[in-house]
């Protein structure tokens, strides 16, 4: 995507970063309808999106643990209503949300989102939407090896396997990044837009194009 102008039709180019955890569901929703906003204004507005890590739960173990018993610590007896508004959510924006399986620690995910990003923009995307489908709808582990390894490679992501076998790769970048949220974000999902506008949650599309149409309207 190139950088335009408003004058003379044409499109204004959007900027968007997105701070989120692949295992975190509305992480998931906010991104679909992140995606129906930029299909919806495509005609206005050129996009970059980039996405940027953040760990809901640092101390889930790789190997995973029972997503179910996960939650029930986590909601208690408000477990049933809150995977029943999830996956209400998610058929919202076409899928069912996956309660069942292991859910693990998701910083090597984060470390092969960060590789994708260096091999290009589209590639991240992919790589963000496939680990988040895997997790969330298909009940797989996010911190699996293979789980990464297959998603890297539907994306034509160079390198992954070494990248990913070698817990240092991308690792000090990861981390800064962060400790950079840590600080400065309350919760995931996070969209900032043209560093001007901030979000937090899974927005409404129309509350995304608004913004759109307003950021292209902005002065450069």
Same mark, same amino acid.
């Given at each position: 995507?190139?950088?335009?102008?408003?004058?003379?039709?044409?499109?204004?180019?959007?900027?968007?970063?997105?701070?989120?955890?692949?295992?975190?569901?509305?992480?998931?929703?906010?991104?679909?309808?992140?995606?129906?906003?930029?299909?919806?204004?495509?005609?206005?507005?050129?996009?970059?999106? +980039?996405?940027?890590?953040?760990?809901? %739960?640092?101390?889930?173990?790789?190997?995973?643990? %029972?997503?179910?018993?996960?939650?029930?610590?986590?909601?208690?007896?408000?477990?049933?209503?809150?995977? %029943?508004?999830?996956?209400?959510?998610?058929?919202?924006?076409?899928?069912?949300?996956?309660?069942?399986?292991?859910?693990?620690?998701?910083?090597?995910?984060? +470390?092969?989102?960060?590789?994708?990003?260096?091999?290009?923009?589209?590639?991240?995307?992919?790589?963000?939407?496939?680990?988040?489908?895997?997790?969330?709808? =298909?009940?797989?582990?996010?911190?699996? +090896?293979?789980?990464?390894?297959?998603?890297?490679?539907?994306?034509?992501?160079?390198?992954?396997?070494?990248?990913?076998?070698?817990?240092?790769?991308?690792?000090?970048?990861? =981390?800064?990044?962060?400790?950079?949220?840590?600080?400065?974000?309350?919760?995931?999902?996070?969209?900032?837009?043209?560093?001007?506008?901030?979000?937090?949650?899974?927005?409404?599309?129309?509350?995304?194009?608004?913004?759109?149409?307003?950021?292209?309207?902005?002065?450069?």
């Amino acid at each position: 995507m190139s950088s335009a102008g408003t004058s003379g039709g044409l499109k204004r180019l959007i900027r968007i970063d997105v701070i989120s955890d692949t295992i975190c569901p509305w992480c998931f929703v906010g991104k679909k309808r992140l995606d129906k906003a930029m299909e919806e204004t495509k005609d206005l507005c050129n996009f970059e999106v +980039r996405w940027h890590p953040y760990m809901l %739960d640092p101390s889930l173990p790789k190997e995973g643990r %029972d997503k179910n018993e996960f939650h029930r610590r986590k909601f208690g007896s408000r477990l049933q209503a809150v995977v %029943d508004n999830i996956d209400q959510a998610f058929q919202s924006v076409g899928y069912r949300f996956g309660s069942g399986g292991l859910i693990g620690n998701s910083l090597d995910s984060h +470390r092969l989102i960060e590789l994708a990003g260096r091999q290009g923009l589209d590639k991240q995307n992919a790589v963000v939407e496939n680990l988040m489908i895997k997790c969330l709808t =298909q009940q797989k582990c996010v911190s699996d +090896r293979e789980v990464l390894l297959s998603v890297a490679e539907s994306a034509g992501i160079e390198g992954a396997k070494e990248w990913i076998d070698n817990p240092n790769a991308g690792l000090k970048e990861v =981390q800064a990044k962060m400790e950079k949220y840590a600080h400065t974000i309350s919760g995931v999902p996070h969209f900032k837009i043209n560093d001007k506008y901030e979000m937090s949650g899974a927005q409404a599309p129309q509350t995304f194009i608004e913004i759109f149409k307003q950021a292209s309207q902005d002065e450069e």
